[in-house]
């Protein structure tokens, strides 16, 4: 229908007698009309008391919209806008992602009998929300007489609470469902399985439906029903909050949590629709409940909604796994400092062994995706044989102390609070300036002998001329090596946060019990060293999972990003500064008046601050969103941390004497 149709030519064209779609389309005409620009809800709210004033003063056209508005809403199932709207037709968070994805990439039709699908038709803008909610109550009092008159007649039940009661019954029996499932009730307290807190929801339901439709001359009964139910719904909600007590020790499933989520949705939409049926104030009441639902639509149909909501706290159970594996990297005396730094040189000494074979690898010229395959066995078994040997990699510390920097964000109420976090940054950043001095300062040095020596033994250098200049010249500080760099502090932070999944999912199908106790396990293993295999597992887990993945992801995504035409690199500061041994090993003395050779020289420093920051930066950010830390007072940090700088700058770089 022409948007340019005015409202008289709008309103003449409502035909009772149309087909379905066609009167679908009417409504969605009419609510266009009235939205308008969507830029003032008060003009919104104007032109639908135009509309209103319309049908007052012509009985023949007031006529005409009641029997079109009666064949409109007769011919649709309203409680499944009302009882469904917004939650998944299925338990699955799969199904749900698949459902919205069709919302969003496939049009609708008109032509239906669901409400809900209609709703989300005709009512699609947030501004809908906006005008709904500012329609005075004089207004829709003039409307309801308008379009529904029969409804102010009586004092029996009219349709609208009718379908209000049959809406709360299917909730009901929704939040019923979910509440037996077995993933669920296995999971809440002793206590609350033992009261029962779901059997008697649809009978007090039913109760409240036979208070409402059989009135009594008194309100006793009515009330008693109504707060039996509240009691109830408050009892259901208490009882699913116990599942998230376990997920504190028996881990986190994206599936639960969204189930829970769809199970406490459906509990609040009870307590709306009650509210609904209890005012005194009906129409406003249902304005609001309608103005909510539009944003109800809009969420519906929103992926990353969803995607943020179910995995939220996955999130916060990954980075709270984190926080508490980064405690032991973050630094505070000098004894721990130089534990660390220690620490730091061992792993520099097997990445310098990681580095020549790296370059042997490349020197059999394999396939890229076999070169890619065995590089990445390469790296994750140094890695590995670092974590064994109770040894570190600087780069792989970020992403564990982020989560614990977050943690300490939700107490800055006072000066003392803030200065603790300021005493967490300074502890931190002289940790990583340790952490990548030790693996820098002994992986360089090291990789020049063991290339020397290996070149020593072949009566030539382990590396060719070309290939040397090669590496000093990807090395190089104006090229794209920057970037790379950055990028790799993206695989650095996927590879923590893929450890911290590991470790839950581990956690959450109880594997460490299964090792100690599955009867072919303890058959072959003997129960006393299967209890010591799922210890030794439940405590390395994520270690194991961090630095396998990392490892792969550093060998093949290169191989990956050519397989698309992207000439797309890591950049890994030990790694880096490995190579730039090797590369001056096979260049000799000639290295140093190479301009080659001191820009990459140049670069090392900048490729271990962007491996740092940004893997940080990215788990700084989901530790703070897992916490739920808003509202920080940044210019109180800012102004904390600059005064640290000018008074002790050193302790940034070095640990005081007595300890911070």
Known sequence: ??????????????????????????????????RGDSQSAPAA????????????????????????????TGALDITTLLADFGFAPRTSMGSELMERLRYKLLPS???????????????????????????????????????????????????????LLDAMTYCAGQILSTGFAPELRLRMS???????????????????????????????????????????????????ATVYADFEHDGISVGLVFRLRQLRERIL?????????LTARPAAATARLLAQLVSVGRERRSVRALLASSSSLLAAKVAERSAETGEHYITRSVGEYLAMVRMAAGGGAVMACTTLIKLGLYALALPVFWGGFLAGINYAASFVLIQWLHFTVATKQPAMT???????????????????????????????????LGNVLLVFPLALLLALGLGWLQGQPALDAGHARAVLDSLHLLGPSLLF???????????????????????????????????????????????????????NISGLAANISLGFMLGLTPAFAGFFGLALEVRHVTLSAGQLGAAAASLGTQALSDGGFWWAVAMIPFNGALNVMVSFYLAFRVALRAHNVSGVDRTRLYHALRKRLAQAPGSFFLPPRTGV
Request: glycine residues 2%; proline residues 4%.
């Open 1 to 34: 229908m022409p948007t340019t149709f005015t409202l008289p030519e709008r309103l003449a064209a409502l035909d009772a007698q149309a087909g379905t779609a066609q009167r679908h389309l009417q409504l969605i005409d009419l609510l266009d009309w009235i």
């Open 45 to 72: 709210v104007q032109r639908l008391g135009l509309l209103v004033q319309a049908a007052e003063t012509d009985p023949q056209l007031a006529q005409r919209l009641a029997a079109w508005w009666a064949a409109l």
């Open 109 to 163: 039709s008109p032509d239906t009998l669901d409400a809900s699908e209609l709703f989300m038709l005709a009512l699609p803008e947030e501004f809908d929300a906006r005008w709904l909610a500012a329609i005075d109550e004089d207004l829709l009092a003039r409307l309801r007489a308008v379009l529904a008159p029969d409804s102010l007649e009586g004092s029996a039940a009219n349709a609208w609470q009718i379908a």
């Open 190 to 240: 002793p206590a609350t399985r033992a009261e029962q807190p779901f059997h008697a929801l649809i009978r007090d339901v039913e109760s409240l439906r036979v208070e409402i439709l059989h009135p009594l001359r008194t309100t006793e009964r009515r009330d008693e029903a109504v707060q039996r139910l509240q009691q109830r719904l408050h009892a259901c909600r208490a009882a699913a």
């Open 269 to 277: 939409r009870v307590r709306e629709l009650l509210d609904c049926l």
């Open 402 to 436: 982020a989560p614990a920097m977050a943690a300490q964000l939700v107490d800055l109420q006072d000066e003392a609070g803030i200065e603790a976090f300021v005493d967490k940054v300074t502890q931190l950043v002289r940790s990583q300036v340790a952490a990548v």
């Open 485 to 539: 760099a950055a990028f790799t502090g993206v695989l650095l932070f996927a590879s923590s946060i893929l450890a911290g999944w590991v470790e839950n999912w581990f956690v959450l199908r109880r594997l460490d019990s299964a090792v100690t106790y599955n009867p072919r396990i303890t058959r072959r293993l003997g129960a006393a060293r299967a209890q010591r295999w799922a210890v030794w597992l439940r405590g």
